[in-house]
């Protein structure tokens, strides 16, 4: 099956347009900092996560 599943934007959560690919909606909706505030944030929670599994 050709099928493939909608793609979300972790950012801002729009179901992208199939024949649009995340890192087009990325330039074209989001600017740098947006992208790298994200970034670090997902970074920030798994570090924050990996120290809980430790304690
Ligand atoms: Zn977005």
Redesign the pocket.
């Known amino acids: 099956m050709a099928y493939e599943l909608p793609v979300e934007?972790?950012?801002?959560?729009?179901v992208?347009e199939p024949d649009r690919t995340l890192e087009h909606?990325?330039l074209r909706?989001?600017s740098h900092l947006e992208v790298a505030r994200h970034v670090a944030s997902t970074q920030e929670r798994v570090a924050v996560s990996a120290d809980a599994t430790a304690n």
């Open positions: 934007c972790p950012i801002c959560h729009d992208l909606h990325l909706t989001h």
